[in-house]
């Protein structure tokens, strides 16, 4: 049974930071690119940052410079590190495993920036 668990949201104000994390189970988590994507209300869900299993990564335009994608293959855990966050960075932050056609999803953590 594969299982991804997210963890590390919470509400911040704006200029603050959070870490996200997110725990895999049941996969092999090395073989498998890793992704963070979000969803605000009443917006389509985006991909915020993406990295594959030898550490290479890519970021969506407008998150660079602020955001982090890093794994950990020996924890089976990837993070998101969010710097200097925005009111627009509010959103539900999923986990996403991938390969090939193959692909899980976390159940998600809200993220709220707000003064």
């Known amino acids: 049974q594969v299982q991804l668990v997210e963890s590390g949201g919470g509400s911040v104000q704006p200029g603050g930071s959070l870490r996200l994390s997110c725990a895999a189970s049941g996969i092999s988590f090395s073989l498998y690119a890793m992704a963070w994507y979000r969803q605000a209300p009443g917006k389509q869900r985006e991909m915020v940052a993406t990295i594959w299993g030898g550490g290479s990564a890519n970021y969506a335009d407008s998150l660079k410079g602020r955001f982090t994608i890093s794994r950990e293959n020996a924890k089976n855990t990837v993070y998101l590190q969010m710097n200097s966050l925005k009111p627009e960075d509010t959103a539900v932050y999923y986990c996403?495993?991938?390969?090939?056609?193959?692909?899980?999803w976390g159940q998600g953590t809200q993220v709220i920036v707000s003064s």
């Open positions: 996403y495993a991938g390969r090939g056609a193959t692909g899980y």
